[in-house]
């Protein structure tokens, strides 16, 4: 059943992706904005001009441009980059770990300081505390992450600076990696010196990312829990005599939990297409910085390749949140 | 001890501060840190668009010399080249090499260097912009220490554009060795610092070059971070992260400045603000034009927008450029503004209309400053509907002709030659101009091929005083860059806007 579920899912990516990139390659080509015109030299000619064009390929129709392109990305060609005059496929292959890294911290982030409140304030229902995280989870939501990330840096770069505000990591370390996945790297061979330079340069955006997420994990789960609180089993668990954090953690959470994942896995995506302005605001080297480094100088290429990557891993997510559902829920597992 | 929820909440602060914490900045700063405003997409100075954007031309200086070096006031010096000129009946130029330099890789920089650069460049399977303009030379060879080349069309500026954009010289076999992508990877030149470590949207760092031919620079690392986010800029150093930062808005640059431990300096640069007019609607009206160019104030926009940042203009040329004149003024008088526009039926009642096109964000009060000179038409009797649109936008319809009547842009001429501002930027047939018209293609036309200097400068005066009576465009202001930066470095600035680390020093 799950097999065949995969399958379905895998076949409709595929046409997603399809679509996604049609969408694209002609947005991005009708859209104002024409690449050439951005990098005519002072002096060029008319005939100039067209011999950029013909350089880049845009003398050529849309559609056969995007045959033209297609037929490269079947064969493992993104294109190269206008601006950088590298291979698409390789600049974002070596942008793509910085953003799951920062995206996967962030989420990391979110699903503690959320459960933890959802589960605080399940346990103190009815006192102030709970209302006071309510009050905060509202605050929390209704301010963006980039403004987050903004008060994060006055708060923890420039008042207090415990935290660096920009880049990845310190430039002198960055020689001691072998591969970009620097975090996960740093973790696997227990050098904790750079893992600690890692985190104070990754924890201010990620945390901007996570508190919106937050909220809404805190919100849904407390909602959850209190629903679940009231069904016959729990109320069971309290008669058998269980204290009542056995209850809720041992009891009502398991149940619980299953629509917070499911919506924990869709924030995800979109906790991925937050990294563009976050990125940016903290100039750290992942994708979404370079995606908007590519839309400001019309690098097409290099465009289509972010935003297949991004539509790519948007999938991806999606199907394994979808699979992860199928495993956990028995109704779907036996369905 | 008793362990209560305050002391444990208290205790795990401290413990991320004492994990986390930066050690504080050492007083003598060893590795100078620079929160840069633009990435680097490229190392190939000469193709590629990287090569002709401006932003980035600061960077480039730090680790490849150009032909001719281009000093902070914008005047030529011996650089690479110790010497240079046309032969008696310009029908070629010669261009003499200097001895004992050194490329970073400790290989000997040679006349071959500069012959391959210059040829290279030429040709247009390279990827060179600018090969309609090195493309004017052939048949390069050395002859000694000297290069000679051929002069295909007689171009007055051709040594100018030795220290402006594409202007590098590059290793010939170092660069055919490694190829293209190699020499991406791993950079040389001959210049102050040597490329340490690069990562694309994230910093480089650089190390002195201990051979440099030139003073030595101060600082034996620099890692120039790109932080593209103003307001990160201004927290990095703020915070002490960087040393120095720039492009930062006027109003923290008053309020940094005024901090203890952080300075500022701020000069006129060679980027200046300026609105286009196209010779369509109500612009084809010379009482309009006029009318429009009389009505702004623009003292009061710079004291009150620009913090009194800025140097007001009369002509596209500001004071450090060649042809700047000045004698030629328009005032500011709206009274004036009003008369003209009574002329062809204008006023308060009944304006004048037309579009005015900006940018929003892309250089410092853009959209701010066209909403103020709206204002200021409303008040004799125009009336301007502002159109926002992005950078590219603009560059896609002035190559094509199809500006608004009005439109803001910043034209940069770091190399202060009348030809590449009031030249390019108003000549008909350039597709970087708006205006077109007979009177004034007619008066430029013959400029591009003087060869007699002072003639050709004082024909740009007369270029740029007709434009000024005619009021083909509206100069608005010379921008001021602000840089600010720790106390205890001393920076100075180029005109061109460049931010060059080895112009940094300890205080």
Redesign the interface.
């Known amino acids: 059943m799950i097999l065949r579920r995969l399958l379905s899912r895998l076949a409709t990516t595929l046409v997603t992706l399809l679509g996604v990139s049609v969408i694209v390659f002609v947005t991005i080509r009708v859209v104002p904005g024409n690449p050439i015109a951005m990098m005519l030299p002072p002096g060029a000619t008319e005939a100039d001009i067209d011999r950029l064009r013909a350089l880049y390929g845009f003398d050529r129709s849309i559609m056969e441009q995007y045959f033209i392109w297609l037929w490269g990305v079947v064969q493992g060609d993104f294109g190269t980059s206008i601006q950088s005059r590298q291979p698409v496929l390789r600049l974002v292959l070596n942008r793509l770990p910085a953003t799951l890294e920062l995206s996967i911290m962030a989420l990391v982030i979110a699903v503690v300081i959320g459960g933890f409140l959802a589960l605080t304030g399940t346990r103190l229902r009815g006192t102030r505390t709970e209302g006071a995280i309510d009050v905060t989870s509202g605050m929390a939501l209704s301010v963006p992450d980039f403004l987050w990330g903004l008060v994060l840096i006055l708060l923890f770069g420039v008042l207090w600076p415990v935290f660096h505000i920009s880049g990845r990591i310190s430039p002198q370390l960055t020689s001691e990696f072998t591969t970009n996945f620097f975090l996960f790297e740093s973790v696997v061979r227990l050098r904790f010196d750079l893992w600690r330079d890692l985190v104070s340069h990754m924890f201010m955006p990620a945390l901007a990312l996570a508190i919106p997420l937050a909220a809404i994990i805190s919100q849904l789960l407390k909602q959850s829990l209190k629903e679940t609180m009231h069904l016959d089993y729990v109320t069971l668990s309290r008669t058998k005599g269980y204290g009542e954090n056995h209850v809720i953690i041992r009891e009502a959470l398991p149940n619980a939990v299953l629509p917070t994942l499911t919506l924990v896995g869709v924030q995800f995506t979109f906790l991925i297409g937050g990294t563009v302005i976050i990125e940016r605001l903290f100039s750290y080297e992942g994708l979404g910085n370079m995606a908007i480094d590519a839309v400001i100088n019309r690098d097409l290429p290099l465009i289509q390749g972010i935003v297949i990557l991004f539509a790519v891993l948007f999938t991806v997510v999606n199907l394994f949140v979808d699979m992860l559902y199928a495993v956990l829920n028995p109704r779907l597992r036996h369905a | 001890m008793k362990l209560s929820r305050r002391s444990l909440l208290q205790m795990s602060a401290a413990s ?2 004492l ?4 050690p504080v900045l050492a007083q003598a700063i060893d590795d100078l840190v620079i ?1 840069y405003n633009v ?1 680097l ?2 190392w ?1 100075p000469t193709t ?3 090569a ?1 954007n401006p932003t980035i031309q600061g960077l480039y200086q730090a680790v490849f010399d150009q032909y001719i070096l281009q000093q902070p006031d914008l005047s030529p010096a011996p650089g690479l080249l110790t010497d240079w000129g046309w032969n008696e009946d310009n029908t070629q130029v010669w261009m003499d090499v200097r001895e004992g330099v050194k490329w970073h890789d400790g290989s000997d920089f040679t006349a071959e260097d500069v012959r391959w650069s210059l040829e290279r460049v030429s040709r ?1 399977e390279t ?1 060179s ?5 090195w493309g004017t030379l052939a048949n390069h060879r050395v002859e000694g220490n000297r290069v000679i080349a051929d002069v295909v069309q007689f171009d007055p500026t051709i040594f100018k554009w030795m220290y402006f ?2 202007g590098y010289v590059l290793p010939k076999d170092y660069y055919e060795r490694v190829g ?2 190699g020499f ?1 990877a791993a950079p040389i030149g001959t210049g102050p610092y040597m490329v340490e ?1 690069y ?5 480089v ?1 650089l190390k002195a070059n201990p051979d440099y031919w030139g003073d030595a620079p101060e600082f034996e690392t620099v ?1 120039i ?5 103003a ?2 800029r201004v ?2 150093v ?4 960087s040393h120095v930062t720039l492009e930062v808005p006027y109003e923290e640059y008053d309020r940094l400045r005024a901090r203890s431990g952080l300075a500022g300096t701020d000069a006129p640069i060679s980027d200046i603000a300026m609105i286009f007019f196209t010779n369509r609607d109500a612009m084809a009206d010379e009482n309009v034009r006029k009318a429009a160019v009389h009505a702004v104030d623009k003292q009061l926009i710079i004291d009150r927008l620009l913090s009194g940042y800025g140097v007001p203009l009369h002509t596209l040329e500001t004071p450090e450029y060649l042809a700047f004149d000045p004698s030629i003024e328009v005032e500011f008088n709206p009274d004036l503004a009003r008369e003209l526009l009574a002329e062809s039926g204008y006023s308060t009642d009944n304006p004048a209309r037309f579009t005015i096109q900006t940018t929003r964000g892309y250089k410092p009060k853009d959209y701010e400053m066209i909403q103020a000179i709206v204002g200021m038409w409303r008040r004799v009797g125009i009336e301007a509907e502002i159109e926002v ?5 603009h ?2 319809l ?3 002709g199809e500006l608004a009547p009005a439109a803001f842009y910043n034209w940069g001429n770091s190399v202060g030659d009348p ?2 501002s009031t030249g ?1 930027a108003m000549f008909g ?4 101009s708006a205006w077109n018209s007979d009177d004034l293609n007619e008066m430029i036309g013959p400029l591009w091929g003087e060869a007699d200097e002072d003639a050709r400068i004082e024909g740009w005066k007369a270029v740029s005083r007709h434009i000024a009576d005619n009021a083909y465009v509206l100069p608005i202001l010379q921008y001021v860059q602000p840089v600010v930066h720790s106390d205890r470095v001393r920076v100075q600035q180029h005109a061109s806007g460049a931010l060059l680390p080895h112009l940094i020093t300890r205080a």
């Open positions: 991320v501060a994990t986390f914490a930066k929160a990435n997409p490229s190939d590629g668009p990287s002709v247009e990827g912009p600018m090969q309609f303009v954009l594409t293209a992508e991406e470590q990562e694309r949207n994230a910093f760092r890692t971070r790109f932080v593209t986010d307001s990160s927290a990095e703020e915070s002490g992260n649109y992005e950078v590219a936008r560059f896609e002035r190559a094509a030809t590449t390019f047939p350039s597709p970087h």
